[in-house]
Nanobody
Framework: QVQLVESGGGLVQAGDSLRLSCTAS????????LGWFRQAPGKEREFVAI????????YYSESLEARFAISRANAANTVYLQMNNLKPDDTAVYYC??????????????WGQGTQVTVSS
């Protein structure tokens, strides 16, 4: 099992930047890929980004990679999502996710409670 706790969400204005963080805790797995997905009101779940234990093993949603950056502190099993030039369409609940699968699969088997990001125009 993997427990994930997100933080860093809030209300910002269009064009602002925001950094989300998430700490993963597990007693079962030693190698876990970490990432983010989001869900906006009235829309389906959308993949954002994921990173493997190798920091170079990163994958992004094509529509977001120009503005978002994912990173991790492996020793602490913490993942970050740096979001720049935020737009109102970025408004959503952002969930931290974990998977024991390869990061390239862009899937999650565990996730946290989510953190709300609201971007005003």
């Amino acid at each position: 099992q993997v427990q994930l706790v997100e933080s860093g969400g809030g209300l910002v204005q269009a064009g602002d930047s925001l950094r989300l963080s998430c700490t993963a805790s597990t007693n079962t797995f030693s190698r876990v890929a970490l990432g983010w997905f989001r869900q906006a009101p009235g829309k389906e779940r959308e993949f954002v980004a994921i990173i493997g234990q190798n920091p170079g093993d990163r994958y992004y949603s094509e529509s977001l990679e120009a503005r978002f950056a994912i990173s991790r502190a492996n020793a602490a099993n913490t993942v970050y999502l740096q979001m720049n030039n935020l737009k109102p369409d970025d408004t959503a609940v952002y969930y931290c996710g974990a998977t024991i699968r390869a990061a390239a699969a862009r899937t999650f088997d565990y996730w946290g409670q989510g953190t709300q990001v609201t971007v005003s125009s």
